[in-house]
């Protein structure tokens, strides 16, 4: 399959040069829908953007590694992540969409592909929170299994939230700096409860999104950023949000790689954000 034409066409080259096997802890691949439909009560169309154009921009702007989430527009459906896996086990990992219909043989299917997690929408606009019930028994499945539960959440459901989240059994990730809006700035109540979710040993937070509580170029997004990486070093991870679904404006992943130095400063964090921490949760050699 031709990779959609022109797609890296005005993408610059960043000028943070990414460390050796840098991670991309969280990109999507859609369709292309003639071989993997969307799903029928999805909340938004994305254009197609397949493995080979995830590919591209990952050689661009060299990154190594990657986890590629499933998005809400497949739904549970996860054959074009898992395909996506499969073109080179070695370079990726998944996170799943699942229900409580899935059978130990699915889980098991899903482990051998290369899925690490699931993940659940608690977002409004996508459909809001989840069947706790259904939530709990999933949870109960998959907490044997060394997995973890990436969940992503608007900000102001931080609080009301967090002691649910406090007491989950199993690692879990709080997606995209749990949405906190940049313009409320470091003292807001979302993002003191996001640190100190931060505090427990098994959470793990994602600095992607500055596209999603920011503008270009995302300067205010930097000391909320920064914030979590100070408070839980050892358990940050990075991601372009590629291709970024339901995004205000058209984003330049080189911008999002050159926000790198200024959430971690020096060479050491640097690696832990890109490379030591999503290979030590997603298992990479």
Known sequence: MNVRAGFLKGRRKPAFRLPPFSCDAHCHVFGPASRFPYAPNRRYTPQDAPKEMLRALHDHLGVERAVIVQASCHGNDNAAMLDCIASDPKRYRGVAIVDDSFTERDFDRLDAGGVRGVRFNFVKHLGGSPDMRAFQRVIDRIKHRGWHVVLHLDAPEIEPLSGMI????????????????????????????????????????????????????????????????????????????????????????????????????DTAAQRRLLVDNPARLYGFD
């Open 166 to 265: 406090g007491k989950l059994p199993l690692p879990f990730v709080i997606d995209h700096m749990g949405r906190v809006p940049s313009a409320a700035g470091v003292d807001q109540p979302p993002l003191r409860a996001l640190i100190e979710l931060s505090r427990l040993e098994n959470c793990w937070i994602k600095v992607c999104g500055s596209e999603r509580i920011s503008m270009p170029p995302y300067a205010a997004a930097v000391p909320i950023a920064r914030k979590l990486v100070e408070a839980a070093p050892m358990r940050v991870l990075w991601g372009t949000d590629f291709p970024h679904p339901n995004a205000t404006h058209e984003a330049d992943e080189a911008d999002l790689v050159d926000l790198v130095p200024h959430y971690a400063s």
